[in-house]
């Protein structure tokens, strides 16, 4: 079964996930360095990491599920939604985007498409 338009929501995901977190992790070790008196208390640079790392983990199981879409679509459906459900409370909201991309794209892989036209 053809499933570009699944692969292509997964792929924009993972990149807009991908941007975030190399610019988010980018930034704080910048912020870390540079200006070190003026960080955030230690449960909000904690925090931002723990964001950081839900990233990285949803990262990985997007690509995983990109990789299994062409031989067990049902498993990366699962897997994608999950990743989508789970991000947004974790992150408080700040993956709502790439969470809507996944899990859209995650109910497309357990729905079966006949391309055949009646006529």
Do not use: D
């Not at 990149?15 to 070790?29: E, H, K, N, P």
């Not at 964001?51 to 997007?62: N, P, Q, R």
């Not at 409370?89 to 899990?103: E, K, N, R, Y």
């Amino acid at each position: 079964m053809n499933r570009t338009w699944r692969r292509r929501l997964v792929i924009i995901g993972v990149s807009l996930q991908a941007l975030v977190l190399l610019l988010g992790v980018g930034m704080m070790v910048v912020v870390m360095l540079k200006y070190p008196n003026e960080l955030p208390a230690r449960t909000e640079v904690m925090y931002a990491w723990f964001v950081f790392i839900v990233h990285a983990i949803g990262l990985g199981l997007a690509v995983y599920s990109l990789g299994l879409m062409g031989r067990q679509p049902k498993r990366a459906g699962v897997y994608l939604l999950l990743t989508g459900l789970l991000m947004i409370p974790l992150t408080l909201g700040a993956t709502v985007i790439q969470s809507l991309l996944f899990m859209v794209a995650g109910l497309g892989c357990f729905r079966r498409q006949s391309y055949f036209l009646s006529a």
